[in-house]
């Protein structure tokens, strides 16, 4: 176990549906990650929150909303997905989110496996 | 622009050493190179991190030359449980610190 749950691990929804993905750590971190895993392709980073203050968005579509309430929780609401954003989608915490961003270790959890019908 | 670049597969046999290489030309001053495993099913773990030089811990080594362009991740004496795929990690700092993870190296570990 890494101290980062997902919940659900797996989803299947409609393009008309809402659904939301959500991600607890329980690590004391202050920087959280979304990232996307489609099939034979790299992680795709998503979103950073650093001190619950979202500090990157790597162009991502507006049909997927990020939320971090605290520094424990964060969540991605999904609405009117397309079929090509099936992925597994992972959710990481860090210490500091701060820079260099890649001296921090991550700690990803099991990911939630989504298809859009 | 940041890039990272692996090998797609590697193949081994139980107790062999295992070096996989993964090229980061435009790495800046101040970004760490990072390595993490990831099984089927699961998020990537932590393996290793390095800055220069040399990194060792309990399961891997990590060598980085002095041009910082690539690091080589070395597993000794794998074993079947080690079958995964790795992937190093590349910050870019001066690129606006762009996380960008290569493309992973499936590493499969045969009896």
């Known amino acids: 176990e890494t101290g980062v749950t997902q919940t659900p691990r797996h989803l299947v929804m409609g393009m008309t549906n809402k659904k939301s993905l959500k991600c607890e750590q329980h690590l004391g971190h202050n920087a959280m990650y979304w990232y996307k895993q489609s099939a034979k392709k790299p992680l795709e980073l998503m979103f950073v929150y650093n001190f619950k203050e979202q500090t990157e968005n790597n162009s991502v579509p507006s049909r997927f909303s990020p939320e971090c309430p605290n520094s424990s929780h964060l969540f991605l609401h999904l609405h009117t997905l397309q079929p090509e954003d099936s992925a597994l989608y992972l959710c990481?915490?860090?210490?500091?989110?701060?820079?260099?961003?890649?001296?921090?270790?991550?700690?990803f959890g099991p990911g939630t496996r989504l298809t859009v019908l | 622009l940041a890039k990272t670049t692996q090998p797609i597969s590697m193949d081994s046999y139980e107790g062999q050493e295992v070096n996989i290489t993964c090229s980061h030309n435009?790495?800046?001053?101040?970004?760490?190179i990072t390595w993490y495993q990831q099984f089927p099913s699961q998020g990537p773990r932590f393996i290793i991190q390095g800055y220069k030089t040399k990194v060792t811990n309990e399961v891997a080594s990590l060598f980085i030359p002095a041009d910082r362009k690539s690091s080589t991740l070395s597993l000794p004496r794998v074993s079947l449980s080690d079958t995964a795929v790795y992937y190093c990690?590349?910050?870019?700092?001066?690129?606006?610190?762009?996380?960008?993870f290569g493309q992973g190296t499936e590493l499969s570990v045969k009896p």
């Open positions: 990481a915490s860090s210490q500091d989110g701060a820079s260099p961003p890649s001296g921090d270790t991550q700690y």
């Open positions: 990690l590349v910050g870019f700092y001066n690129q606006g610190g762009k996380l960008i």
């Open positions: 435009n790495i800046a001053t101040n970004d760490y």
